[in-house]
């Protein structure tokens, strides 16, 4: 096995909240002078890829938008392939979102109610409202077809707290609305195949590194790649243990400084 690319998640693989984590920063840094070729996947919509760049260059991780790929960015690229160009949407969602939207040429509709709405595309957004809620209920009851950057639960934040994800949002519209959506981000399979087309990755030679057996995990094992889960976020080794088969991972390290002593994963 030769591994090329190395994939990592960021909240809880990379950070928390705006605090390192221990040997990510070093580990990253190792992989690119070793000749790997490595991404940022998260699932979190509400930055730009600029501001995750930047976020990174802050911790001394030195990246570019090309090789950050986020949920929001995925749902772009995945509605630009359905020719939503010049089509309108009403986004629930943070500034990320609503940028990735109108750069591919989208209109964003402020209040859907009364009008024809293509698209309500929904993801994280801290300025929720009964309102908002029942502005993407009515454009989807209206036939606005459903878009869903991730179905994250969860955010994690520093020193282990937790925040409400984009995820709690989607299924308050999906409540109201009846309406299952098209889920873009991880677990959901394709952001993860925007993100191999883009660095022309086999996914055999590919490294997905998460904190989350649900999604990174589940995403890695779905597209084909070997994934390392690690135990600096989200899930615990005891669920892990307890997982069922496609949430299981293929390594499982305590940290990512880890990753690089075993040979299995470095493909050594």
């Not at 135990?231 to 690089?260: C, H, Q, R, Y």
């Amino acid at each position: 096995m030769s591994v090329r690319t190395f994939v990592f998640d960021l909240d809880g693989v990379v950070y928390r909240g705006n605090d390192p984590i221990p040997s990510a920063v070093a580990t990253i840094k190792t992989l690119g002078q070793l000749g790997h070729q490595v991404y940022f996947f998260t699932n979190n919509a509400t930055k730009s890829r600029t501001s995750f760049v930047e976020k990174l260059r802050n911790m001394n991780v030195i990246t570019d938008e090309d090789h950050v790929m986020t949920s929001a960015y995925a749902a772009a690229l995945y509605l630009n392939e359905q020719d939503a160009g010049g089509k309108t949407a009403y986004a629930v969602g943070e500034y990320g979102l609503k940028q990735e939207l109108s750069h591919i040429g989208m209109t964003l509709v402020d209040d859907p109610i009364g009008k024809k709405v293509d698209y309500v595309v929904a993801g994280l957004d801290r300025g929720f409202t009964y309102d908002k809620l029942n502005k993407a209920q009515q454009a989807i009851l209206s036939g606005a077809k459903f878009i869903a950057t991730n179905t994250d639960s969860t955010l994690p934040l520093e020193a282990g707290a937790l925040a409400p994800g984009g995820g709690s949002i989607v299924a308050a519209i999906q409540t109201a609305a009846g309406v299952e959506p098209t889920v873009i981000g991880k677990p959901a399979m394709p952001a993860i195949q925007e993100l191999l087309k883009i660095a022309k990755a086999a996914p055999k030679e590919t490294v997905m590194v998460g904190d989350r057996l649900e999604t990174d995990i589940l995403v890695g094992n779905r597209a084909g790649t070997i994934t390392v889960f690690v135990l600096t976020g989200i899930s615990t080794k005891e669920e892990m243990e307890a997982a069922p088969l496609d949430m299981k991972p293929t390594f499982t390290v305590e940290d990512l400084g880890e990753m690089l002593q075993n040979p299995c994963v470095m493909g050594r």
